[in-house]
């Protein structure tokens, strides 16, 4: 079976380390996240870069273990140029998209706005014309993306970890499932596939998470395997070792669902709720289909 992780930031300091070049800094976090990845039986991963730099040396020297997905600012006035130079030059095999923030706008109106307004319209648009999928951000609010995919029907695109409020980001919600109707309702839609990421997060219970199961069962009943993506985004919920995660501080704390990469992966590869061949699809053949990476054996 291989395996294929959904979704990785830097694993590695984020920080300035004196005395060394940018070079042994960018080195550094890419044998962290291979030694990670190595450590728990990852064949690849797809990165959502902070530092584009980085990403663009790692992917170039391990085109086998790691691919970009870039990210994109929809009102960007160069957006056409930057789609067709990441596909050109085969930098990206994606691009991820804010779609909605739930902080910045919690009841969706101004998402809905934006989309209404046609601000997505000239990135997604060429999307289309290069055959680009686009990962979705919306936390919270998912029914901005079934927007979206109705009004861009030759898109892919994909929700991002099942557009649901996780632990450390932000505190647990007393039902962490209960925008699953509407996300149920997306699936309904072909050209959109979900991103199982953080679940263990979800879990009032230690590995392995057997109270997620039945809203998880729902999830990928809706889109079927075909369309379902497993990803870990492990570097938001454990921080990483001796270093302070600048970027997610919550991460380091004790909070519910606080798991490890090796039970970010083994609750799913491990399970007897899943058939060996919904497992092989889900944990590598989804995503290998959807960005045509790593080249199918």
Known sequence: MKIVDGQHHELGPRLDWEGQSAEVQRMVLTELLL????????????????????????TAKHTDRL????????????????????????????????????????????????????????LFQ?????????????????????????????????VDHMAIQQPPTW????DPWRSLP????????????VKITGVPSLSRESYPYRDIWEPLHRVIDAFQPAR???????????GRIGWSNTLFPQGQKDYQGKHSYAESLLYLRETDELSEADKQQILGGTVTELVGWPTPA
């Open 171 to 174: 505190p647990a919600d007393d």
């Open 228 to 238: 379902t993506i497993w990803a870990s985004d492990i570097g938001r919920f454990v």
């Open 126 to 158: 060429s999307c289309r014309e290069h055959d680009m999928p686009v990962f979705c951000s919306a936390y919270g609010y998912v029914g901005i993306i079934g927007e979206i995919a109705k009004r861009h029907p030759e898109v892919r695109f994909v």
């Open 182 to 193: 509407e996300l149920q309702s997306v699936a309904s839609l072909p050209n959109t596939l």
């Open 67 to 122: 691919a970009c997905v870039a990210s994109v600012k929809p009102d960007d006035p160069d957006v056409e140029q930057r789609i067709a130079q990441l596909r050109e030059a085969s930098t990206a095999v994606a691009v991820r998209v804010q779609c909605h923030a739930a902080r910045q706008d919690p009841t969706g109106q101004r998402s809905r706005e934006r989309v209404e307004g046609g601000v997505f319209d000239r």
């Open 35 to 58: 030694g990670w990845m190595d450590a728990v039986g990852v064949d690849a991963a797809l990165v959502n870069p902070l530092d584009d730099a980085w990403a663009a040396d790692a």
